[in-house]
């Protein structure tokens, strides 16, 4: 009997899933069950960040240290950007991805491919604001698990966002000087 009841539990689960994504979608092709992939990825992945900090008995701050955050939010910015905008880096987002067009100063516009798994990883390469869940993740247990070569790394990775700043703000001016 628990087999039977079972099974009629996972098809009305089904089908209140396929209606679920019928009547959300509204005829858009929406890769929810992607998300939902997604998410319990994430969910994984930060899981088993916390579970190696707690098995290294590496002590978790009472409260973030304001310039640590600040680092981390440039760095994170930075990063996610390079990772899922740059040009020098879409060979890692050719497989889920394809080509548009150039996008800004050394950065790219890709769409993501349909079919599959592709159109939801596809999204997340290319969203530097889906790339910066997963980068802040990352860095935050690189902070629990090695402060100083994540500092340092993250220390770079600000100093980058600080030079493309004066390299863009200097081509602004060029051009505002030269008429261009």
Known sequence: ???TSDGRFAERLRRRWRRTERTYSAEEDRPLRGYLTAMAAFGVYTAG???VVRMRGRPVPDRPVPWDVALTAVA???LSR???KA???SPLRAPFTTFQGPQGPAELHEEARSGGAKDTVGELVTCPFCMSV???STLTAGQLLW???TRTAMGALTALAGADALQLTY???VARTTGE
Do not use: C, I, K, Q
């Open 1 to 3: 009997m628990g087999e």
């Open 49 to 51: 960040w916390a579970t």
């Open 76 to 78: 994170t910015f930075r």
């Open 82 to 84: 390079l990772l899922s």
């Open 87 to 89: 040009s020098v880096t």
């Open 134 to 136: 997963w980068v802040v």
């Open 147 to 149: 402060p100083r070569a």
């Open 171 to 173: 081509s602004a001016l």
